[in-house]
């Protein structure tokens, strides 16, 4: 138990964050760099969890996306803000980039291995292994994440007075390049977005119809009794076969839909493709997009090799669901995502109930930028509404307590000004809204008034 490293870190005068993931290595480099001491806890690999595979901080334990990078789309706009701050996220995940379309993806070895040897390596960082129970002494920052643990769960279930929501995640299978058949393949993204990024396999009717009746019959893990009790998937998140269970033809409108794909080998567009992004530099694994499951390992080579091109697939990790963990926040936390109950503990990434690797970098980049700024004496404040950062503020500050799940950023979160939003050409109306963010995101960062980076 880490009781006692919580009070030491506080007798220290460190700033304590709880949480090795995206929101609290993004948080601890934004105070550290402001020349303010840290202290990071992160459990693995004292303690591990069911998604994570190493002892690495910031590892990807689900896809190795990052999302669009389109300057017009709201993800690529929260990017381009974060790295406007600062964003020590972004700086690696440009650096260990691999193709992707029109997305911003990652080698997921890489980019841990640099996020850990960058938190590592700075001096005003100091990294602790071990996990924490309570609800340590302030100033600190929850970054936990959906996979926190039972011990702090229950701490902040007693504190809170009500329990902390949860869902359930999935991830998608990864096998390996040298083991698909890449004749029956082609390259191409939907489109033309990104070139030749992925690897299609294209099915027809009569294969996309037999496969949907094999997903549907596969044995799932079942779940435990707690789990049947409180089982709520992700809609963002959805695993294969409960979208399958949905409809006939709910894959090929969603993760499986050919729009915008040619199969070279019939001169047509497929009735159905699988698309398997590159995940890692070398291309040597292939991530299965939108194909994250419960299905026995077993069944999971069974069905998916049946898809044209996987017949001999070596399955270098296998899909799986597990439970996540998230607050209420517009129950619990303020503008500034502390806790209404104790102003001295803020709360960053998935746990405050954001969604998206991204999207918890970002809200670590606010947290540690305020926690800096309240502790030099400057002016902590919200980011401004017209920012993609303001809009994950106004997600999880304004939304109905009763209809709260985690979200994305999206263009519906970002408050448009009415001058703006006469715009008729959409595109054109993004790219502004970008320049205007832009503008708003240095304003914020100059009214903070943050010591000198360090």
Aim: proline residues 6%.
């Amino acid at each position: 138990m880490a009781d006692t490293a919580a009070a030491r870190a506080a007798d220290a005068g460190r700033v304590l964050v709880v949480g090795g993931g995206l929101a609290g290595t993004e948080a601890a480099w934004q105070i550290a760099r402001r020349a303010i001491p840290v202290t990071l806890m992160e459990m693995r690999p004292t303690r591990s969890t069911p998604a994570h595979r190493s002892d690495r901080l910031a590892e990807l334990v689900c896809s190795n996306s990052l999302r669009g990078d389109d300057p017009a789309s709201a993800a690529g706009l929260l990017k381009r803000e974060m790295e406007e701050l600062g964003s020590l996220t972004m700086r690696v995940a440009r650096a260990t980039a691999v193709p992707a379309g029109a997305a911003l993806a990652v080698d997921r070895e890489s980019f841990a291995g640099a996020m850990t040897a960058a938190i590592v390596g700075h001096p005003l960082i100091r990294v602790v292994r071990e996990e924490v129970e309570i609800l340590p002494p302030g100033p600190a920052v929850l970054a936990t994440g959906p996979l926190t643990s039972a011990g702090l769960h229950r701490a902040l279930e007693g504190f809170l007075g009500e329990g902390a929501l949860s869902f359930y995640d999935a991830l998608a299978p990864i096998l390996a390049a040298e083991s698909l058949d890449m004749g029956r393949l082609f390259r191409a993204s939907r489109r033309g977005h990104g070139g030749e990024d992925y690897l299609n396999a294209a099915l027809d009717q009569t294969q996309y119809e037999a496969f949907v009746d094999r997903l549907l019959a596969a044995e799932r893990v079942a779940y435990r009794n707690f789990e049947i009790r409180d089982m709520r998937f992700f809609e963002g998140c959805l695993p294969i076969e409960v979208m399958a269970e949905r409809g006939r033809d709910t894959l090929r409108f969603g993760p499986m839909k050919p729009v915008g794909l040619i199969d070279p080998a019939s001169g047509r567009r497929p009735w159905a493709v699988v698309q398997l992004r590159q995940d890692d530099l070398a291309a040597e694994h292939w991530n299965m997009v939108g194909f994250q499951t419960k299905l026995k390992q077993a069944q999971q080579e069974q069905v998916f090799r049946t898809i044209p091109g996987l017949e001999q697939g070596r399955f270098v990790r296998f899909g799986s669901v597990h439970r996540n963990t998230f607050l209420n926040a517009p129950l619990h936390l303020d503008a500034l995502l502390r806790l209404k109950l104790r102003r001295d503990l803020w709360v960053a990434g998935q746990l405050s109930g954001v969604e998206g690797y991204v999207e918890s970098a970002a809200a670590g980049l606010m947290v540690g930028l305020n926690v800096a700024a309240e502790l030099s004496g400057g002016a902590p404040t919200p980011a401004p509404p017209e920012t993609a950062l303001g809009g994950l503020v106004r997600h999880l500050t304004a939304r109905s307590p009763e209809r709260f799940e985690p979200s994305k950023i999206s263009w519906g979160l970002i408050h448009c000004p009415p001058g703006l939003c006469s715009v008729r050409q959409r595109r054109q109306r993004r790219l502004l809204q970008g320049e205007l963010a832009l503008r708003r995101v240095r304003e914020w960062c100059e009214s903070l008034r943050l010591p000198p980076v360090a």
